[in-house]
């Protein structure tokens, strides 16, 4: 865990925790070392994408034409106990049990806890014929929840323009950044347009409906090549995210406070995968074997669902202040300081 903090944004720090037991998980066969890690995953995966996709939205209101503003938006995407843990039934492996003698049981995801720690085995007889009757002996990883962490943050700055009358593109970026051995980047596009400005009553009502269109897109990278946790050449993690934001947005128009609210809708997918050759020992001395895997698996997954937010806004002069709360699968609450004109 003592990288779990080396850059906001990144879930797939919370892989470093499985990366120490690659070993194990592929001397347990590349098949159940997949299964494991996608059920491993996959929270932390969703919960980073619903993270990214908030903060589109401060106001329906869209900027007159040439007119800007700049903002940095954080958020913060909170877990649950059913996004933390998952079941693991060893009649689904090939090889993997678990040491006590259970054949099911809940255990952590990324984003979660095994407490107590959880002890798994596999035979090696099983995965490399011939060896003696051997097994391969393991904890399974921890999540976030074991060091007291229980949202996904990110991060971005964001910048949108008036275009015509009703129209305005936005953007948002977060800079391709590299410290010890991750790597991480963020950028996006998106569209609103003010339904309102159509409308002969649009200076009478101060109220503005708009339609939002927003895709983010998160590439992530943790090489652990050097860590010597097994043997082997060009050993890293890469996730690459995208995902869509399709809403519905009401907002006040008031000279210094108002509120917003919309529905939505989200979709995206995310890739994740164990890229490099792996050269795992396994057996009893007299009669140890190597296997060498490539790229040995990499898991993709899709979402998609309803969302809903609420928040308030509050101008200051040329500065601008927002927070909001979203509901979806994994509820947020994002904040931006704005800047513009």
Known sequence: MKRLFIVPLLFAVATINAQQNIEDLLAAGVEDAQRYTSNYIAPAAEAMMYSTSNGWIQTAESKKPLKFEISFVANATFSNDENREFLLNTNEYNNLQFRDGSTSKMVATALGENDPDIIVFAEVSNIVPGLPNEEVEFELPQGLASADVNIVPSAFLQA????????????????????????????????????????????????????????????????????????????????????????????TKLPIFNVYGGVGYLTGTSDF?????????????????????????????????????????????????????????????????????
């Open 273 to 341: 995968g164990v890229l490099g050759t792996y050269r795992v020992r396994a057996g009893i001395p007299l009669f140890e074997s190597t296997s060498t895997f490539t790229n040995p698996f990499s898991i993709s997954q899709k979402i998609s669902g309803v969302r809903a937010n609420v928040g308030a806004h509050l101008k200051l002069g040329f500065f601008k202040f927002n927070v909001d709360y979203t509901l979806s699968e994994f509820n947020s609450l994002s904040a931006g300081l704005n800047f513009g004109i």
């Open 160 to 251: 949108r323009l008036g275009l015509f009358s009703g129209a305005e593109i936005k953007a948002r970026y977060f800079p391709k950044v590299e410290q010890e051995d991750v790597k991480l980047g963020l950028y996006g596009v998106g569209l609103q347009y003010e339904f309102t400005k159509l409308l002969p009553a649009d200076k009478i009502f101060p109220i503005a409906i708009a339609g939002v269109v927003g895709y983010t897109h998160l590439d992530a990278n943790y090489d652990f090549t050097d860590t010597d946790i097994i043997d082997g050449e060009n050993q890293q993690f890469d996730v690459q995210q995208d995902s869509y934001v399709f809403q519905l947005q009401a907002s």
